[in-house]
C-alpha cells in the first residue's frame, strides 16, 4: 500500500473506534434511562 492510503485506513480505523465509544455510550444512557422508567413510583 502507499502512504496515502495507510493514512487513510488509519484515519478511518480512528473515526471507526470514535463512532463505537460513541455508541457505547448512548447505549448505556439508553439502558439507564429505561431502568429508570421501570422502577414503579
Known sequence: ???SLMARLKDLQE???RLK??????RLK???LQE???IKW
Open 36 to 38: 429508570a422508567m421501570a
Open 1 to 3: 500500500m502507499d502512504a
Open 15 to 17: 473515526e471507526n473506534r
Open 21 to 26: 465509544k460513541m455508541y457505547a455510550e448512548e
Open 30 to 32: 439508553a439502558d439507564i
